[in-house]
Nanobody, 115 residues
Framework: QVQLVESGGGLVQPGGSLRLSCVAS????????MGWYRQAPGKQRELVAG???????NYADSVKGRFTISRDNAKKTVYLLMNSLKPEDTAVYYC?????????WGQGTQVTVSS
């Protein structure tokens, strides 16, 4: 059984930073491209960033230059460092494979950017 557990969210002021973590279990982590996704109420879930098994990264235009995705294969963990946060970054953030596997969606972690 695959489990993906996100953590690190919280309430941050505009311009602040957060680092999210996603710990994976129940799958061969090293062979998957992984991604961070986010969903705001009433909006579609969107891909924020992805990282291949070899370390190649890609980002949505809205977060390029502000967010950094990384992975630690020994810890089976994917990270998302978020800098210069904006109110429009407010959403529930999820990790999953890229492309995502439907049964793997977890609880996510809430990020709220507000003054």
């Amino acid at each position: 059984q695959v489990q993906l557990v996100e953590s690190g969210g919280g309430l941050v002021q505009p311009g602040g930073s957060l680092r999210l973590s996603c710990v994976a279990s129940g799958m061969i982590f090293t062979i998957y491209t992984m991604g961070w996704y986010r969903q705001a109420p009433g909006k579609q879930r969107e891909l924020v960033a992805g990282i291949s098994s070899g370390g190649t990264t890609n980002y949505a235009d809205s977060v390029k230059g502000r967010f950094t995705i990384s992975r630690d294969n020994a810890k089976k963990t994917v990270y998302l460092l978020m800098n210069s946060l904006k109110p429009e970054d407010t959403a529930v953030y999820y990790c999953n494979a890229l492309p995502p596997v439907g049964s793997w969606w977890g609880q996510g972690t809430q990020v709220t950017v507000s003054s």
